[in-house]
């Protein structure tokens, strides 16, 4: 399983929410690759679905169902 977990600098969520993929991941026995991606401009925001910082991508769906619709891509 890939986890990806896409951010921007000096977003103070991100690093909980890479500790909480761990602590989930070995409260449930898996085995996942997690992949910390820095989103740096709009171009790269919308080719990775990038909603807003952090955003969690699993085997490259957002966790959140509402937002895997969405096309309200950028830097925020």
């Known amino acids: 399983m890939l986890v990806k977990v896409l951010y921007m600098e000096g977003c103070p969520a991100t690093p909980p929410a890479v500790d909480l993929i761990g602590d989930v991941a070995a409260a449930l026995g898996i085995s996942v690759s997690l992949e910390q991606v ?9 080719a990775l ?15 959140e169902p509402e ?6 891509f950028g830097l925020t």
Do not use: K
């Open 38 to 46: 820095l989103v740096e401009n709009a171009a790269q925001a919308a």
């Open 67 to 72: 937002a895997r619709h969405s096309l309200d």
């Open 49 to 63: 679905r990038f909603l807003g910082s952090p955003t969690v991508q699993v085997d490259g769906q957002d966790i």
